[in-house]
């Protein structure tokens, strides 16, 4: 728990606090941000595909994750597609941003 704790931690303050915040430039105010050289800015800044993903008890950074790429976009009006694919052992369906 604590490692999940300092990333979240680490991950929050480069994405909100400072003149080099990812947030300053998403809106266009900085050039690059504290997370432009990490996994962090491709996350932030591409359309993402994720096989093999479950939301398990060891993924919960990349939840958090999830949850705060969604909540960015949405306070920053950005439009950014956003795609879900469940297979429920049967069939698979292919659902655009809602959830199976």
Not at 11 to 21: F, K, L, P, V
Request: net charge positive; charged share 20%.
């Amino acid at each position: 728990m604590t490692d999940y704790m300092g990333s979240v931690d680490r991950a929050r303050a480069w994405m909100y606090r400072g003149d080099n915040s990812l947030i300053r430039y998403l809106q266009g105010n900085s050039v690059s941000w504290r997370g432009f050289h990490t996994c962090l800015h491709p996350f932030f800044s591409s359309d993402i595909a994720i096989i093999g993903f479950g939301f398990g008890k060891d993924e919960t950074f990349l939840r958090w994750l999830f949850l705060e790429r969604a909540r960015l976009f949405q306070a920053l009006s950005v439009a950014r597609p956003a795609g879900l694919v469940c297979h429920d052992g049967i069939s698979q369906t292919i659902a655009t941003a809602s959830r199976c």
